[in-house]
Structures are given as structure tokens and as C-alpha cells.
């Protein structure tokens, strides 16, 4: 069984900090892309930022030189370092991992920016 275990949510003040986690576990193999996606109440799931296997990555613009993906894969772990955050950026934060055959999501961890 795969699961996908998100950290680092939490509140934010507007230009702070937050760093998410994510750790697959399980029987994952394979693992290709991986990325974060978020959903701010009344709107639809957006692509927040994706980085493939050889570490070439892609952002929304809306948070382009702002949030940093990285990966470690000997840990089966994406990180998605956020800064000079904005209430705007308020939403639930999910996970999203691609193997060869199918994708995995996280539960989602909430951020809130806010003062």
C-alpha cells in the first residue's frame, strides 16, 4: 500500500515562510515526476510546481521565484520551500507522484497566509 505524507502546513504571515514535505511509503517504485498542486476554497485544483526525475522543474506563474521544489530520491521525498508568501496563496497544498504505471496523491496539508 503507497501513502503520501504531507508536513510543514500551517499559518503564515504575508512574506513569511513555510517549508511542505512530502514522503512516500510503501511499495512505490519507479517514481517520475513529483510535484504540488493546491485548492483555495471555491476554486479548482492548480499546479502549483512539478520536478522530474532529473531534477528539471516547473512553476505556476504565480509563484515563479517564490517557491522552490526540490527532491530527494533515495528518500522518496518533495519538499516545496515557500517565501514571501501571500494571502493569496492560502489553500489546501497536495502532494502528487507519478511512477511508470499510475499517480499517487497526498491527503493535503493546509496553508494559511494571513496576519
Known amino acids: 500500500q503507497v501513502q503520501l505524507v504531507e508536513s510543514g502546513g500551517g499559518l503564515a504571515q504575508p512574506g513569511g515562510t513555510l517549508r511542505l514535505s512530502c514522503a512516500a511509503s510503501g511499495s512505490i517504485f519507479n517514481i517520475n515526476v513529483m510535484g504540488w498542486y493546491r485548492q483555495a476554497i471555491g476554486k479548482q485544483r492548480e499546479l502549483v510546481a512539478l520536478i522530474g526525475s532529473r531534477d528539471s522543474t516547473n512553476y505556476a506563474d504565480s509563484v515563479k521565484g517564490r517557491f522552490t521544489i526540490s527532491r530527494d530520491n533515495a528518500k522518496k521525498t518533495v519538499h516545496l520551500q515557500m517565501n514571501s508568501l501571500k494571502p493569496e496563496d492560502t489553500a489546501v497544498y497536495y502532494c502528487?507522484?507519478?511512477?511508470?504505471?499510475?499517480?499517487?496523491w497526498g491527503q493535503g496539508t493546509q496553508v494559511t497566509v494571513s496576519s
Open positions: 502528487n507522484v507519478w511512477t511508470t504505471m499510475r499517480d499517487y
